[in-house]
Antibody, heavy 126, light 107 residues
């Protein structure tokens, strides 16, 4: 069974740090781009970051650039999100998700995220 | 960043109805748009990608269409399990922004 399981969430004070983890199973983790998506309480979805299969390319939403770092350990099938200088507005449910590409000839097209974990909650509050 | 303006934010319909949800991209994104369904307390699930391609396992009553920078999700013959929140997303360029969501409720 294809599965993603997030962990590492919790309550942290403003300015604090937290590292989220996502364990993957049931598929070849090292063959996929991976993303983090968050959802503030009662709000919509916000794509946060993604990372290429070998970790050589990473992209972030502007609001977390310089504060969050996405990384991965392909040997252990783990995806990470290191979060520093946390703010109240970072409070959310954080989802790990598998990126989905389609191949057409020599090109690959991004289609979004086809497998999602259940999320881990991050609360930033004093 | 590309903005996705989704409407309506909420709608009510009955089982058996046909409903349409729309998203407008702030610039041309070709067919790079996806739709997700999210039920309360659950993670989103991918319904449609590349504007109109149905994800494997998704019922055929769901369909997607593109006209210029406008994208629509149509659900024909609503079933009880379809009452949920729907999000569009542009997959053209990072950051891969989502629409604000449309909550579909039972009338």
């Amino acid at each position: 069974e294809v599965q993603l399981v997030e962990s590492g969430g919790g309550l942290v004070q403003p300015g604090g740090s937290l590292r989220l983890s996502c364990g993957a199973s049931g598929f070849s983790f090292s063959s996929y781009w991976m993303s983090w998506v968050r959802q503030a309480p009662g709000k919509g979805l916000e794509w946060v970051a993604n990372i290429k299969q070998d970790g050589s390319e990473k992209y972030y939403v502007d609001s977390v650039k310089g504060r969050f770092t996405i990384s991965r350990d392909n040997a252990r099938n783990l995806l990470y999100l290191e979060m520093n200088s946390l703010r109240a507005e970072d409070t959310a449910l954080y989802y790990c998700a598998r990126d989905f590409f389609s191949a057409y000839g020599y090109y690959y097209y991004y289609n979004g995220m086809d497998v999602w974990g259940q999320g881990t909650t991050v609360t930033v509050s004093s | 960043d590309i903005q996705m303006t989704q409407s309506p934010s909420s709608l009510a319909a009955s089982v058996g109805d046909r409903v349409t949800i729309s998203c407008r991209a702030s610039q041309s994104i070709s067919n790079f748009s996806s739709w997700y369904q999210q039920k309360p307390g659950k993670a989103p699930s991918l319904l449609i990608y590349a504007a109109s391609t149905l994800q494997s396992g998704v019922p055929s009553r769901f369909s997607g269409m593109r006209s210029g920078t406008d994208f629509t999700l149509t659900i024909n013959s609503l079933q009880p399990e379809d009452f949920a929140t729907y999000f569009c997303q542009q997959t053209y360029s990072a950051p891969y922004t989502f629409g604000q969501g449309s909550k579909l409720e039972i009338k």
